[in-house]
T-cell receptor, first 114, second 114 residues
Framework: AQKVTQAQTEISVVEKEDVTLDCVYETRDTTYYLFWYKQPPSGELVFLIRRNSFDEQNEISGRYSWNFQKSTSSFNFTITASQVVDSAVYFC???????????FGAGTRLFVKA | NAGVTQTPKFRILKIGQSMTLQCAQDMNHNYMYWYRQDPGMGLKLIYYSVGAGITDKGEVPNGYNVSRSTTEDFPLRLELAAPSQTSVYFCASEPDRWFSDEQFFGPGTRLTVL
């Protein structure tokens, strides 16, 4: 069975702090995809990144970076120099080998205070 | 491009009523998805489609039906609405996972069943 755990329910930081959102997954598949999504207070969903299990290289996109470690089944997300606009719920997700049946974690709510 | 559009934005149904949630995309994407998001939770996949005429069940398909007669449209049908179907419904699309790394979401439909 597949499972995604986001143990941090809520995180509160002050602007300009760095923050890491944890994601731990379980799967028996040898090939799979991992995702991060952002849901701002307005409610829309924003796709941030997809990683396939063959690619363990860390990814950096501006202030966002992702650390994928198969050895610990983790796909953590770091926001550097956080801003108020980063306040949102962030979801981690896992897709099976076929890539279409996606399981989401419960989400981490991030508050960034000015 | 309008992206992914969903109608209606809000709807209140009585128990036992039926309705169709509309989803359309103008990006010629093969893959389309329907998710539901219950309050304070992550998303759950209801149905997905890998192309016109091809659909398959996700994690929570009971009480729903879909069709995909064209590449553009992926309507979700609720038959005999129940209070447990009160949720926010998101439609999503993506072009091809091997050659593209993007997903697009519609703005969501907030459905209440009373």
């Amino acid at each position: 069975a597949q499972k995604v755990t986001q143990a941090q329910t809520e995180i509160s930081v002050v602007e300009k702090e760095d923050v890491t959102l944890d994601c731990v997954y379980e799967t028996r598949d040898t090939t799979y995809y991992l995702f991060w999504y952002k849901q701002p207070p307005s409610g829309e969903l924003v796709f941030l990144i997809r990683r396939n299990s063959f690619d363990e290289q860390n990814e950096i996109s501006g202030r966002y970076s992702w650390n994928f470690q198969k050895s610990t089944s983790s796909f953590n997300f770091t926001i550097t120099a956080s801003q108020v606009v980063d306040s949102a719920v962030y979801f981690c997700a896992l897709s099976n080998t076929g890539g279409f049946k996606t399981i989401f974690g419960a989400g981490t709510r991030l508050f960034v205070k000015a | 491009n309008a992206g992914v559009t969903q109608t209606p934005k809000f709807r209140i149904l009585k128990i036992g009523q039926s309705m169709t949630l509309q989803c359309a995309q103008d990006m010629n994407h093969n893959y389309m998805y329907w998710y539901r998001q219950d309050p304070g939770m992550g998303l759950k996949l209801i149905y997905y489609s890998v192309g016109a005429g091809i659909t398959d069940k996700g994690e929570v398909p009971n009480g729903y039906n879909v069709s995909r007669s064209t590449t553009e449209d992926f309507p979700l049908r609720l038959e005999l609405a129940a209070p447990s179907q009160t949720s926010v419904y998101f439609c999503a699309s993506e072009p091809d996972r091997w050659f593209s790394d993007e997903q697009f979401f519609g703005p969501g439909t907030r459905l209440t069943v009373l």
